[in-house]
């Protein structure tokens, strides 16, 4: 039987929910959580699920000191918030040898662990893995990068990966984490403005708006479901669908006159510049 892993979560928001969720829907005996979350609301919102094995608690060394000894810690706070965060476990004298997982935006693993090494106790000792989720890992379809930090080793990355389980999960430089910020973490929200255009041109077109949501909504999970079982690259895919003088291809025109790959280029460009500026703040 797989020892089961004690791990605490620092912040019940919205990537903190999404890791909980996502494994107690794939596998809730193989890790138990403790969930360290101040605002009331959202310990409620996180009750409400009913996962067994799962602790709420509304502070850090709280959730640390009710854990098992040598418990994983997942960082899900925001990054202005996380000093205060690091300085209160290393001033409580809480920390022992940990396993930290850093899922914040604009945080590098250096700048995590000096931070929580600073003024600790001579037995505290950790090991950074960043990692950066994307929100569809609630729903078993995550796209998660990680890179190994200061301490960390082969096992912690491999620890990582069954946490981050329910989806894909990419080993990578960690130089290149703003860029994939840019590409997968941000990237739901890219998929949901072009949901959003589609709708509303779908309702100037004449349909209901229950009738756009179902059309647009069941056409781009198929397009992804596509995407995911064929082999083709996305290039072939669309040809596949687009014939000479055809629908399609009068709607493409339209994309191709715009310019929409190049404004896409630009996009992801500038949220890598962007996640690179709030890195370096």
Do not use: C, W
């Not at 509304?58 to 000191?65: K, N």
């Not at 709607?251 to 460009?269: G, K, T, Y």
Request: charged fraction near 20%.
């Amino acid at each position: 039987m797989q020892k089961t892993s004690a791990v605490v979560v620092i912040g019940g928001g919205s990537m903190g929910r999404a890791v909980v969720v996502a494994n107690h829907r794939r596998d809730s005996d193989s890790m138990s959580f403790v969930v360290a979350e101040p605002d009331q609301e959202r310990r409620a919102a996180l009750e409400s699920i009913g996962f067994t094995g799962v602790r709420l608690v509304p502070s850090a060394v709280e959730a640390l000191r009710s854990a098992a000894s040598g418990a994983v810690i997942v960082l899900a706070v925001k990054p202005q918030v996380f000093p205060g965060v690091a300085a209160e476990l290393t001033h409580s004298r809480v920390l022992g040898e940990h396993l930290v997982i850093s899922i914040m935006a604009g945080r590098s693993a250096e700048s995590v662990h000096a931070a929580m090494t600073a003024g600790a106790t001579s037995s505290a000792s950790v090991r950074v893995v960043r990692a950066m989720p994307n929100l569809p890992l609630a729903h078993g379809a995550g796209m998660t990068a990680i890179a190994a930090g200061p301490g960390a080793g082969s096992a912690d990355l491999a620890f990582a990966s069954r946490l981050f389980a329910t989806g894909e999960v990419l080993t990578i430089d960690e130089a290149l984490f703003d860029a994939f910020t840019a590409v997968a973490g941000s990237g739901p929200a890219y998929v949901f403005y072009l949901a959003e255009a589609m709708e509303r041109a779908a309702r100037e077109l004449g349909f209901s708006a229950m009738e756009a949501r179902t059309m647009v909504r069941q056409t781009i999970a198929g397009a992804a479901e596509m995407l995911k079982a064929e082999q083709d690259d996305p290039a072939r895919l669309r040809e596949r669908v687009t014939s000479k003088g055809g629908v399609t291809a009068a709607a493409v025109a339209i994309f191709d006159q715009q310019r929409v790959a190049d404004a896409v280029a630009r996009a992801l460009e500038n949220g890598r510049n962007r996640a690179r500026e709030l890195t370096s703040a």
